[in-house]
Structure formats: structure tokens, C-alpha cells
């Protein structure tokens, strides 16, 4: 498996694993846990008129994933890379989805390393394979896609691209009867125009703006997202890394100038983990050529690391 190199610490007294030290081929009839397939893509962005190079992305990530430590006996999975060298953006994200309702289907928690942000709809689509199979046999979802993320990506485009996922999902939705409802956190409202704004309200889209999230109105903020979730039964976290600020993470497709900080993101993430209803997660749009120290995938890796941790105990309880 590439990418999955570190240090190995002598075992004395507890339990020094790495991740690199544990992970494995994903392969069928395996015990559920973590599942990571990476997306190495830039089309979307490319079509989106931005700065190309997120398809690294998944190396530099499994890269700083390596060397975290183990926190718990839940098993990890590679699933491997779904990449997109000829163009063809749809077809890697059928591809893709395709692998991640096979991931969904045998139990695990898959983790999307991307790439740009198209690879939300190639996530979206995976859980949708999933959840309307599960409704032929009677058992109806409501969804939540939780979008962390200065731009609302509901462009309409005569292709996808990495601006289009969530309406894309949300189209895709409406027309399969799947109950959907998307909400947008850390949206910047000197990136995103009137038309992008109207298109939200259009959809009764649930969006605070990245001055509104804040250390101060972050328990009241945590509130109201909340009640919001009772009545959803799934959620789809999707961590756009540029919803942190430029100096964190300058290596992303279009930098922040203002973001919002760890100290927010973190108790989100929280919170969002604690409902007990992630069914997915991914990440995305880290660009390692414009990188500086791998900071930005240094921070990708530990919000990966923490979340996925907060939903294995969420599922525990």
C-alpha cells in the first residue's frame, strides 16, 4: 500500500501503534472499521477555473495519517485510489461511488481523502446506492450532507465540477424520493455571489457564515444545529479545508482570508460525531503543491484522526 511509512516505537508498558502499523487492505468479509479510498482528482477544479494539484492529495494525506497513534481496536482499511487522468470526471465518480457503497454496504465508516471537492457528489452518490437499496427493503433515510466549507458549491453548470456537487445532490435527491437536507458551515460572504445565495435559499439551505461561528456563539450556534439533526437519521460530513484559515492551511485550492479556526471546527466536529448518525466522511480539496511544511495536510490528518475517533465512541454507546 503507498503512503503508509513512519516511526515504530518500542512497546513497554501500553500500546505504541501507529497508524501505519495497522492498516490494511480493505478486502471482503472483513471486520467493519475505518475504511479510507482516496479520489485523486483535480478535474472538478480545473473546470471550475481554479488551481489544479489536489490530485496528490491522497499520498500527502495517507503520508501524515501514518504516523498518528492508535486510539482504539476498530480495524483500518485502504481501499485504495479512484483517479481521474483522462478527463472523464463522471465516470471516476461513478467509479468511485461505486466503491463506497461497497464499503457502506459491509459496515464500515469510509473516510474520502480527496482530491477536489467533486468528489462530494462521487460520495453522495455511494451513499445514495446504499440508502435506496436499504428503501426498496422498507427502511426510508433522511440525510443531512454537513458541509464544513467557505463556498457553498451549488453553482449550475452545464458540467460538474468542484463549485456543483451539492446541488448536484441535491437534484439527485429530489428526483430518487431521497429526503435530503444540506447545511453549510463556514461560508464566506466575500466568496460566494448573490446568485449562489439566492440558489440557497432556493433550498432551504441551512448555512451560518464564518463570522458567525465563533468561540462566543459557538454553544448557542451548537443548539440550533442540533435540533436541526434530531429528525435526520444519516449524515454525510464533508471538511472542505479551506474553511480554515490561509495561514493553516495555505495549500488548497482557493485560500481563505479569513476562515474559521481550530477551536471552532473542533467542537463542531464534535458535536456532529456525538449524534451517533455519520455514515460518511470526507475531505477535501488539499493541494500539496501549495503546501508549505505539509501544514496543510498536517491539520487534515488530525481533524480525520479526531473525528473518526468521536464517531467510533458515538457508535459504542
Not at 15 to 36: E, K
Not at 109 to 134: D, K, N, R, S
Request: glycine content about 10%; hydrophobic content about 45%; overall charge negative.
Amino acid at each position: 500500500m503507498d503512503g503508509w511509512s513512519g516511526r515504530i516505537d518500542p512497546s513497554i508498558t501500553g500500546d505504541a501503534r501507529r497508524w501505519h502499523q495497522v492498516v490494511q487492505p480493505a478486502a471482503a468479509n472483513g471486520l467493519a472499521g475505518v475504511a479510507m479510498l482516496g479520489f485523486a482528482c483535480d478535474e472538478g477544479i480545473r473546470r471550475n477555473g481554479g488551481r489544479v494539484g489536489a490530485a496528490a492529495g491522497p499520498v500527502a494525506l495517507r503520508s501524515m495519517l501514518s504516523n498518528l497513534p492508535v486510539l482504539n481496536e476498530t480495524p483500518l482499511y485502504d481501499a485504495g485510489n479512484v483517479a481521474c487522468t483522462d478527463g472523464d470526471l463522471e465516470g471516476a465518480q461513478l467509479r468511485y461511488a461505486g466503491q463506497m457503497s461497497q464499503l457502506l454496504d459491509a459496515g464500515h465508516l469510509p473516510v474520502g481523502l480527496g482530491g477536489g471537492h467533486e468528489i462530494a457528489f462521487a460520495t453522495y452518490q455511494g451513499l445514495a446506492q446504499h440508502l435506496l437499496h436499504g428503501q426498496k427493503a422498507g427502511h426510508p433515510s433522511r440525510v443531512a450532507i454537513i458541509n464544513l466549507d467557505a463556498h457553498f458549491d451549488l453553482r449550475k453548470q452545464a458540467q460538474g465540477s468542484s463549485g456543483t456537487p451539492f446541488l448536484q445532490a441535491i437534484e439527485h435527491a429530489a428526483q430518487h424520493g431521497l429526503a435530503l437536507e444540506y447545511f453549510c458551515l463556514g461560508v464566506s460572504a466575500s466568496a460566494n455571489t448573490r446568485q449562489l445565495f439566492n440558489t440557497a435559499d432556493a433550498h432551504s439551505v441551512y448555512y451560518r457564515h464564518d463570522d458567525e461561528l465563533t468561540l462566543l456563539s459557538l454553544s448557542q450556534q451548537l443548539e440550533q444545529m442540533q435540533s436541526r439533526l434530531d429528525s435526520v437519521d444519516v449524515i454525510y460530513l464533508s471538511i472542505c479545508l479551506d474553511v480554515l484559515p490561509a495561514a493553516m492551511a495555505p495549500g488548497v485550492s482557493a485560500p481563505s482570508a479569513r476562515g474559521m479556526p481550530m477551536e471552532v471546527i473542533e467542537p463542531l466536529l464534535a458535536a456532529i460525531a456525538a449524534t451517533g448518525k455519520v455514515a460518511v466522511v470526507d475531505v477535501a480539496e488539499l493541494s500539496p503543491p501549495f503546501d508549505r511544511d505539509n501544514s496543510t495536510a498536517r491539520v487534515a490528518a488530525r481533524l480525520i484522526h479526531r473525528v473518526t475517533h468521536a464517531i467510533q465512541r458515538a457508535n459504542e454507546v
